[in-house]
């Protein structure tokens, strides 16, 4: 059975940095798309940011909203990927949620959709 688990939330000041991490388990994931989604208070959940394997080149995709300040990555070996988040504001705070793309051979953000591989969530908040 598949498990996705993020560590690394919690309170941080605003222009502040946090790392989230995200381990799937249960499965081999070398051809798939991995991800992170947030929900904010009062919105709707939203798309961060995405990567692809390694062998795709491991190309990322991000939201408009965080380029620029977040990088994702990913360590194939482990299943394994990141979520650096820099300069952080107040309207970064939400729970983010890491995604693994149930299918293969899907590259970008697009591939990822609530019937895919998803993680309990991890909250970040942002306060001066």
């Known amino acids: 059975q598949v498990q996705v688990v993020e560590s690394g939330g919690g309170p941080v000041q605003t222009g502040g940095s946090l790392r989230l991490s995200c381990t799937a388990s249960?499965?081999?994931?070398?051809?798939?798309?991995m991800g992170w989604f947030r929900h904010a208070p009062g919105k709707e959940r939203a798309f961060v940011a995405a990567?692809?394997?390694?062998?795709?080149?491991?190309?990322?995709f991000y939201a408009d909203s965080v380029k620029g300040r977040f990088a994702i990555s990913r360590d194939s070996a482990s299943n394994t990927q990141y979520l650096q988040m820099n300069s952080l504001k107040s309207e970064d705070t939400a729970v983010y949620y890491c995604?693994?793309?149930?299918?293969?051979?899907?590259?970008?953000?697009?591939?990822?959709?609530?019937?895919?591989?998803w993680g309990r969530g991890t909250q970040v908040t942002v306060s001066s």
């Open positions: 990567i692809s394997w390694t062998w795709s080149g491991g190309r990322t």
């Open positions: 249960g499965g081999t994931f070398s051809k798939n798309t």
């Open positions: 995604v693994v793309d149930r299918s293969v051979n899907c590259i970008g953000g697009g591939c990822l959709n609530q019937d895919d591989y």
